[in-house]
Structures are given as C-alpha cells and as structure tokens.
C-alpha cells in the first residue's frame, strides 16, 4: 500500500488540522464540520494529481483550447455518519462522482472493551472497474475499513481503491495493508502513534461523528 502522509510537509492543511484537535473550538460543531470538508477538498486535490487523464478540446467564446481531464470513472464511499463532511469536501471537487454510503460501528456484544465491526446498510451503484474512494475520517484500528471492504465486493470489483482519511494510527494502516490489494493508496492528512486500550487514537481528536453532529445513545 503507498502511503501519502500529506502533514509532513508544510502547508495550510496544518492550520485545520489543529483546530479539528483542539478542545475549546471543536466545540463549535459547524466549524468542525466545515474543518473536516476543506481538508476533504485539500486530500482530494492533492490526489487528483495521481489520476488519469486525458485530452479534451473545450470551445471558448474566441476559439478552442486542448485541456486535460480526469477520465476515470468514481465512485466516492463513505462511511456513515462520520464520514459526511469528509465526503462533501471530495464532492466539491469530483462533483461528477457516483455516491455510495455504507453504515460500519462498533459493537461490543459484552459490554468491554473487546468489539465486532457491524455492517448493516449499503446503498451504492456498481463499483465494477471503476474507482473507489473509501472515505472514513479516523483509521483506529482499521477494523471498519476492513469490513467495509468486505461489504462492498459483492458490488463489484474495483478498477482501484483510494482510501481518503483525517487521522490514521499507524498499527490501523499496518491492519489494512493485510487486508486491501497492494495497489491500494492511502491518502491521509495525519498519523498519531499510539491507541488507547479502547482501540481510539492518541492523541486523535475523540470521535469525530459526535463532534460534527453530537452524541449518540
């Protein structure tokens, strides 16, 4: 699996990325939002380059000019709820996509920390040669990305799979380059180093889905 750490360098990226993290203004549940989808819009950017492309002569009001367009066709997936702001980010930019949107949580049939991955919801069009943007803003344990994966091959087979997130663990990326084919990429804005004994990232920014539309029973 490639890997495109893209806080390793520089950018404003880091600006958003910081105030995803911080407690007193990720309270403000619009602007966390909003955070999550211009870094969505900054990943997809920056992956659009790495996209096939072709030439197309576009007519103006005082002659034509040859540009180069994407020419895959792609499906973006996200998982659901946390994934929506992310998801709209890419959307602003592949505003031609297909959707998909596929529910993933953690169940834990015990009461512990120990848990399953549930799927139960699927909507997507055919993923058949084309390419899938698996979208999930925290890559913990890479569990639910595994499952996802899992739930969606009976759709198709994919030309190629992207997979788009905020904040990623390294011990979750290790998990899904077992489980993806080796031309997976993953396309990231931060990896922490550590998870806690509930399987969350640390220092993370806690869980994301209750940041952008508050807590769940």
């Known amino acids: 699996m490639k890997i495109h750490h893209l806080s390793q360098e520089n950018s404003i990226l880091n600006k958003f990325l910081a105030e995803i993290r911080d407690v007193s203004i990720q309270k403000d549940s619009m602007r966390f939002r909003r955070n999550i989808e211009r870094i969505g819009e900054i990943l997809g950017y920056e992956l659009s380059k790495n996209l ?6 576009t007519t103006t009001p005082l002659g034509e000019k040859t540009i180069n367009l994407p020419e895959e066709d792609i499906v973006l997936c996200s998982i659901l709820r946390a994934g ?7 959307l602003n930019y592949f505003d031609a996509a297909e959707n998909a949107f ?6 834990h049939p015990n009461n512990d920390e120990a848990f399953d991955i549930v ?8 993923i058949d040669n084309k390419v899938v943007f698996l979208i999930d803003p925290m890559l913990a344990t890479g569990k639910s990305l595994e499952a996802v994966y899992e739930g969606i091959k ?7 799979i992207y ?7 390294y011990d979750g990326i290790a998990h899904l380059e077992k489980c993806f084919p080796e031309t997976t990429e993953l396309w990231i804005a931060a990896i922490d180093n550590d998870l806690n004994d509930k399987g969350y990232i640390v220092p993370g920014l806690g869980d994301a889905g209750d940041l952008a539309f508050g807590s769940k029973l």
């Open 52 to 57: 096939t492309y072709h030439h197309t002569v």
């Open 84 to 90: 929506l702001p992310l998801h709209n980010g890419l």
């Open 102 to 107: 596929i529910s993933a949580y953690r169940y």
């Open 119 to 126: 799927v139960e919801y699927f909507a997507s069009p055919s």
């Open 154 to 160: 009976k759709f198709g087979t994919p030309k190629k």
């Open 163 to 169: 997979i788009i997130s905020v904040i990623g663990s």
